[in-house]
């Protein structure tokens, strides 16, 4: 067994739980009390040797009923940059509780959003049908629909996942998820490449696949909200994107065998439909994609073969209102930059701020595409986008074998 | 008279030929040497990159995220290692060569005055390549970032950036080869000062109004209710 990467105050707590049936970890920092009352409302959950692990100190611990099944662990965190983005420490608390899930025997370990919304019974009820009925290993949320939400999502992490892995699942990178004890243990010993507290983001659904896990999805009508004020979207690309381009190269010999996808077994109802209201601008969005046309040709050239480069030439004369980016192409873009990200045709940096331009293109081009459509419709043109991912998937093995060799 | 000057001719093609004739054996030893040397240098380049490619060193340097390809990614590691061996041995050729021809030429004082120019020139090609490197890295990093915060004028601030390295660097590399002396110097300061008062003047003469009006509106501003984000990317 490796040796765990858990801090050694953190490491002495898991060591005297006892026999744990479920651990819930809380990846993020929370309010105590918050955290306190919304545990005493699961009181009336019908299970045993819970422990709810948290990030800080343990004063809330007393608080709670002796014959409670719940016992609140406080955990500790390893020491992390603090110019770290939110996803990256909510993903080092994940690989703690993993840690811990491991460490403690758990038989189920489930992380959740430190703004404690799917703290409830009724969740907690539905994560662990999945993984104790229904034989799941990996059990990931799929929040409701909105058009124009989780458009980096929408637009590359989920379809790029589901191209590469086989596996169609709607938030690879996710706030929320429960996972098996095997899969606990092989989430906390994924990264071994990474130094504790790095930033590194944990891809469940990733890992699940190189390991062959099954994989479920779970209807949640929640919504979470993430800090990306102030944040460069540049920034942002370079975190998400970049992590996912990184994974791409360690699991290079895995994906490039997988050849079509296939469906997610999900369960749970269907959530409400969110009101979108009024379609957006999409007038900024394409002034900043010709800002980019007129001054970034040199950096794209780097990237992009020709035929894409003339492309983007043609949609930057198009009238704005009939802007469009062809599935196609943003597809091939995407695998272009993520075979510049491996052979690091210039500084990554340098890379993913000249990907926001394009992206910011395709954000145009989506919008207005699904301006007029319902938050169904919008999904379906997204299952279109999908499919281009996976449909394109020759051209970016072909592109990552022989780099040199086939430029089209 | 004209067989005093056809004499005078004669003699100065003879000290010519003599010189040239002593120099020659020098010469000879010079370009012998440099052969050697490039094959030496051949050899240990085609040596260099063997060992490199068996030991992986590509895929150990790319590992990290800092590596020397972030500076100049165009290159390889084992690429620049192997050039940089190349060019030690030609280097170290050239002044073994230098050596040989004052020992087989008579001539001194030279193989003296190339070992104390040397280390500036070494240290002036350094600099050059830093220079051109960062000047390229940060112009690109620039332009980027400018794009990205919707500036019109991105390439024109890039370009400035670039030419400012690049004239810093040129200064340099002359100051430590020791070539134009003071003028340098000056002309450096002249070209530098000359920018900074330009922008000055542009700012405090040309915009005034506009940096007076944007500074009053930034004072007299309501305070705004913060519109909801349509657009949400994460």
Redesign the interface.
């Known amino acids: 067994m490796p040796k765990s990467d858990l801090e050694e105050e953190t490491l002495s707590e898991t060591q005297h739980t006892g026999p744990v049936d479920l651990l819930i970890g809380i990846a993020g920092a929370v309010n105590a009390g918050e955290l306190q009352q919304q545990v005493q409302q699961l009181q009336g959950y019908q299970g045993s040797h819970v422990v709810v692990a948290y990030p800080g100190a343990s004063e809330v611990e007393a608080a709670l009923p002796a014959e409670s099944a719940f016992r609140l662990m406080p955990y500790s965190l390893p020491a992390a940059d603090r110019s770290l983005l939110p996803?990256a420490i909510a993903s080092t608390a994940q690989r703690t509780i993993c840690a811990m899930a491991v460490e403690m025997g758990a038989k189920v370990c489930l992380s959740l959003h430190s703004d404690l919304a799917t703290l409830d019974t009724r969740h907690l009820e539905l994560f662990l049908q999945a993984i104790a009925e229904k034989g799941c290993d990996l059990v990931l949320p799929v929040y409701p629909s909105r058009k124009?939400?989780?458009?980096?999502?929408h637009s590359i992490l989920a379809p790029l996942t589901r191209a590469l892995y086989g596996q169609r699942v709607r938030f690879p990178l996710t706030p929320d998820f429960g996972c098996s004890a095997q899969m606990a243990a092989r989430l906390s010993d994924s990264s071994p490449?990474h130094a504790a507290g790095d930033g590194a983001l944990l891809w469940p659904s990733i890992q699940a696949a190189l390991s062959n896990y099954q994989v479920c999805q779970l209807r949640l009508d929640i919504q979470h909200a993430?800090q990306?004020e102030g944040l460069?979207?540049?920034t942002?690309l370079s975190s998400?994107v970049g992590s996912a381009f990184s994974e791409m190269e360690t699991s290079a010999a895995y994906w490039q065998r997988i050849r079509a996808s296939h469906p997610t077994a999900t369960f749970g109802d269907m959530g409400q439909q969110w009101n979108?209201?009024?379609p957006?601008d999409t007038k900024?969005l394409i002034?900043?994609f010709l800002?980019?046309s007129?001054?970034?040709q040199e950096?794209w050239s780097l990237v992009l073969p020709p035929v894409t480069l003339l492309e983007l030439k043609k949609m930057s004369r198009v009238d704005p209102a009939s802007f469009r980016m062809p599935d196609e192409v943003w597809v091939r873009i995407v695998y272009d930059f993520a075979l510049a990200y491996r052979l690091?045709?210039?500084?990554?940096?340098?890379l993913m701020?000249?990907l926001?331009?394009l992206y910011l293109g395709w954000?145009a081009s989506y919008?207005g595409e699904v301006a007029g459509l319902s938050p169904m419709g919008a999904e379906q043109r997204l299952e279109q986008l999908a499919k281009a991912y996976e449909e394109n998937k020759p051209y970016l093995v072909s592109r990552w074998r022989w780099p040199d060799r086939f430029n089209p | 008279m004209w067989q005093q000057i056809e004499e005078s001719l004669r003699d100065s093609m003879g000290r010519v030929f003599t010189k040239i004739a002593t120099l020659l054996p020098g010469i000879l030893a010079f370009v012998l040497v440099l052969l050697i040397f490039l094959v030496i240098a051949w050899l240990a380049a085609m040596l260099a990159r063997m060992v490199l490619n068996a030991v992986k060193f590509d895929e150990r340097t790319?590992?990290g995220?800092n590596?020397l390809?972030?500076?100049a990614?165009r290159q390889t590691p084992t690429i620049l290692v192997t050039r940089i061996v190349f060019w030690s041995f030609v280097v170290i050729g050239v002044l073994v060569g230098v050596s040989t021809f004052e020992a087989a030429s008579a001539e001194s004082g030279i193989s003296a005055y190339v070992f104390s120019y040397l280390p500036r020139v070494i240290g002036a090609v350094v600099l050059l390549f830093l220079g051109t490197v960062i000047g390229r890295?940060l112009s690109?990093?620039v332009?980027?970032?400018?794009?990205?915060l919707?500036l019109?004028y991105?390439?024109l601030l890039a370009t400035g950036v670039r030419w400012l390295v690049f004239v810093l660097t040129a200064a340099m590399v002359l100051d430590h080869l020791a070539i134009g002396g003071e003028i340098v110097d000056l002309a450096f300061g002249i070209l530098f000062g000359g920018i900074v008062l330009a922008l000055a003047l542009a700012v405090g003469l040309g915009s005034r109004d506009l940096v007076s009006r944007s500074l009053e509106k930034e004072a007299n501003r309501p305070i705004e209710i913060p519109v909801e984000e349509?657009?949400?990317?994460?």
Do not use: C, Y
């Open positions: 996803w124009f939400e989780g458009l980096l999502n490449h993430t990306t460069e979207l540049s942002i998400l979108d209201g009024e957006v900024p002034d900043s800002l980019g007129r001054n970034l950096v690091r045709t210039m500084n990554r940096g340098h701020g000249a926001a331009p954000v919008a | 790319n590992a995220s590596t390809t972030e500076w990614p890295f690109r990093s332009l980027i970032s400018a794009v990205n919707n019109q991105a390439r349509k657009l949400h990317h994460f």
